[in-house]
């Protein structure tokens, strides 16, 4: 009986920290920012997907983005790492070209392309660039 009582506390407790957990805030997504001059570089947050992580980072000199460079692309296997590494070429010369984070996703690579864009907005925000 004492068995049975202790398994009921321990998954009435196991259960109240999976409910409490669900209602947290996750933590604000934060870029890092480095000014030099007219010169502004920022790194996007990390973006988590299913097979890895994107992180892109942005230069903007004068008010115009002059590079953007994804710094961790998802790599748990070779089709994600070619799909990943492919794409943010693409999507590296559509924001040089735009000038903006409003791209277009990369189909078949829609996961890289969303973790792309967010981190590279999470950057141009913090950078103050429309």
């Keep these: 009986m004492r068995r049975l009582a202790a398994l009921a506390a ?6 109240l920290v999976v409910i409490l957990g669900k209602g947290e ?3 604000a997504e934060a870029a890092a920012v480095v000014r030099f001059g007219d ?3 920022v790194t996007g947050p ?3 997907l299913t097979h890895g992580i994107v992180q892109v980072r942005v230069t ?3 008010g115009r983005i002059t590079d953007a460079t994804a710094l961790s692309l998802p790599h748990d296997n070779p089709h994600s790492w ?3 590494s492919g794409a ?3 999507l590296r010369a559509e924001v040089l070209t735009m000038q903006t984070g409003k791209i277009h996703m990369i189909s078949g690579a829609t996961y890289t392309s969303g973790g792309y864009i967010r ?4 950057a141009l925000d913090a950078a103050g660039h429309n």
């Design 88 to 90: 943010a070429v693409k």
């Design 60 to 62: 903007i000199t004068g």
């Design 10 to 15: 321990a998954t009435a407790l196991a259960l």
């Design 25 to 27: 805030a996750k933590p």
């Design 119 to 122: 981190s590279l907005q999470a």
């Design 82 to 84: 070619a799909g990943s």
């Design 46 to 48: 990390k973006i988590a």
């Design 39 to 41: 010169t502004v570089t």
